[in-house]
Each structure stands twice: as C-alpha cells, then as structure tokens.
Nanobody, 121 residues
Framework: QVQLVESGGDLVQPGGTLRLSCVAS????????MGWFRQAPGKQRELVAE???????NYADSVKGRFTISRDSEKNTVYLQMNSLKPEDTAVYYC???????????????WGQGTQVTVSS
C-alpha cells in the first residue's frame, strides 16, 4: 500500500513553468515504477511521464522535451518539472505508483488525489 500526496498545480500563462511534487508514504526506491498521469475535460486519463525503480524514464510524445520527471529519494518525493506549458496541458495531474499495462494502455495501482494545472492567458 502506498499513499501519495501531490501538490503544485496552479494557473499559469502559456509558456510558463510549474513543478509538481508527489510525496510517497514509503521509499520511492522500493516502488516498481512511479509516474504522472493527467486527465483533461472530455479526455481519458493518460500517461504523461513515468520512471522505473531503476531510474529510466518514459514520456508522452506530447510533453517530450518540455516535461521532466525526477525524484529525491531522501524526501520520498517525485517531481514533474513542466516547462513551456501550453493550453492543451490543462488537466488534473495525478501522481501514480506501481505503473503497469492494462488492456494495452498504461495504468497504475495507486493514485494521488490530483492537482489542477490550468494554462491560460
């Protein structure tokens, strides 16, 4: 069982920057995969970025080159650095743990409560 508490969502202008934080209830080095998903209005929840226990990363094509997932194991925290934000990045962002593939799509066993990111001028 993993509890996840995320924060950092805000209203920002296009081109702006945010960093989301996710604090886990256990060592993130003991979790087999963590990441960030997002769900925009009228859209399915989608994988944004993920990191394996070993530190390898994977990004959605839509955010590649703009977003960076990172971790601080001493703080049990995973981050999502979001640069060059676009209106289409607007969504509720969810921290996730124990990522896996379900019916051909990325999913996760544990979820944070979500934090709203709104990109608008």
């Amino acid at each position: 069982q993993v509890q996840l508490v995320e924060s950092g969502g805000d209203l920002v202008q296009p081109g702006g920057t945010l960093r989301l934080s996710c604090v886990a209830s256990k060592s993130i080095l003991s979790i087999n995969g963590m990441g960030w998903f997002r769900q925009a209005p009228g859209k399915q929840r989608e994988l944004v970025a993920e990191m394996s226990r070993g530190g390898t990363t994977n990004y959605a094509d839509s955010v590649k080159g703009r977003f960076t997932i990172s971790r601080d194991s001493e703080k049990n925290t995973v981050y999502l650095q979001m640069n060059s934000l676009k209106p289409e990045d607007t969504a509720v962002y969810y921290c996730a743990a124990d990522n896996f593939i379900q019916r051909g799509r990325p999913w996760a066993r544990y979820w944070g409560q979500g934090t709203q990111v709104t990109v608008s001028s």
